[in-house]
Every structure is written in structure tokens, then in C-alpha cells.
């Protein structure tokens, strides 16, 4: 930790079983990665261990969430003829 951390973040993705803690604000810690971590068990507890230390901050999460499947890209409309 490089600060006193205001808020802690847990996200899960799903399709990867990689959880990621992160803070607010963002300069308190860089975020810490767990990977097969498909439930938040492991990114939770180590959350709990950080809010004990700092009274007031907050657990924001778990977040489940899925990453977009490989090669999927971002439908573009065409620019307008004049």
C-alpha cells in the first residue's frame, strides 16, 4: 500500500477466474491480481485484511463480470456521404 485507501473494489472475471482488487483513489495501491479465483473467495478475504487496518474504508464488490470473447470488434458506423 502506498496510502490510506478511501475504498476497495473486488472484480471477478467469470470467463478468465481472475479476481482483481483495486482502491479510490487509484494512487492509494497498485491493484493485486488472483488468478483461478472464480468465486472473490480469495480477493475477499485479502480485502477484509485491508479494511481492518484502515477504519472507514469500504469493500465495494465482488463484481462478476465476463471479458469479451477474443476477436470481437466494435460494430462502426459509416460516415455520411454529403
Known sequence: MKGRPERVFV???E???RS???FHPADAGDPVMHEGDK????AMGEARTIVEKYPGCTISGPHFHAARP???????KRPQAE
Open 39 to 42: 468465486t472473490g473467495q480469495l
Open 11 to 13: 472484480s471477478v472475471d
Open 70 to 76: 477474443a476477436g470481437r470488434t466494435r460494430m462502426r
Open 20 to 22: 482483481t482488487i483495486s
Open 15 to 17: 470467463s478468465t477466474g
